[in-house]
């Protein structure tokens, strides 16, 4: 089973629908999570920290399922410019004082007018 | 404004050179990280280091050498070993500062696209 596993779409929605995706984990010992969107050919750019309590940035939300070990990405009204690929990114807690960072494949979001 | 920088942006090479990607960030910040990403696909980690003059090996670090002998600078090296070069080269930096805000989130640079001929 990969370390961090992601639906890679795409995901073809019109303007103004709402969108989720989820992104499953395999070490239960994780302990922080982000979403990260990247534009083609450009490098990623964080959008959001996930936060236990669950967080809300405008129109993006995002949560996370410790027991189920998952997170979660909701975008409402959905923009053309919110097309891009929303990466999942998970960190362990320290071991031995070395913490590898571990990337999902990426969800392609492509929103159509 | 501080941030990371790689060069080049752009680099083509022969079969059978080495090439040194640059990184340098003056963001202070304790861990550096070089990816490879390869079209429709995830970033891969080559390697990755926390401390000056120490750095550990990802998932696919053959081919691949690093150094870190300042806090700003982490240059990957592409050997002529690698067998398949050709890729899109991400260095990211963070600080390890345990729950304060703004620790252990990656800032990337923009990125280096390596061509083999």
């Known amino acids: 089973r990969k370390e961090v596993e992601q639906d890679p779409g795409p995901f073809n929605v019109p303007e103004g629908a709402t969108v989720a995706f989820n992104c499953t984990y395999s070490?239960?010992?994780?302990?922080?999570f982000f979403w990260y969107r990247q534009d083609c050919r450009k490098e990623p750019k964080l959008l959001m920290s996930?936060?236990?309590s669950g967080n809300e940035d405008g129109r993006f939300t995002a949560q996370l399922n410790r027991a189920s070990q998952y997170i979660s990405l909701l975008i409402r009204d959905s923009k053309l410019s919110d097309s891009a690929t929303y990466l999942c990114?998970?960190?362990?807690?320290?071991?031995?004082?070395?913490?590898?960072?571990?990337f999902g494949i990426g969800t392609k979001l492509q929103v159509i007018p | 404004d501080g941030g990371i920088t790689q060069s080049p942006k752009y680099l083509f090479r022969k079969e059978g050179q080495n090439v040194t990607l640059s990184c340098e960030q003056n963001?202070?910040?304790?861990?550096m990280y070089w990816y490879r990403q390869d079209p429709g696909q995830g970033l891969r980690l080559i390697y990755y280091?926390?401390?000056?003059?120490?750095?550990q090996k990802g998932d696919i670090a053959e081919g691949y050498s690093v150094s870190r002998e300042k806090k700003e600078s982490f240059p990957l090296t592409v050997t002529s070993a690698q067998k398949n070069p050709t890729a899109f080269y991400l260095c990211?930096?963070?600080?390890?500062?345990?729950?304060?805000?703004?620790?252990?989130?990656?800032?990337f640079g923009a990125g280096s696209r390596l061509t083999v001929l």
């Open positions: 990211a930096s963070r600080r390890l500062a345990g729950n304060t805000a703004g620790a252990n989130v990656l800032t």
């Open positions: 990114v998970v960190n362990p807690r320290n071991s031995g004082g070395y913490q590898k960072v571990t």
């Open positions: 280091s926390q401390i000056v003059n120490d750095f």
């Open positions: 996930v936060y236990s």
């Open positions: 070490n239960s010992a994780s302990q922080s």
């Open positions: 963001l202070n910040h304790d861990a």
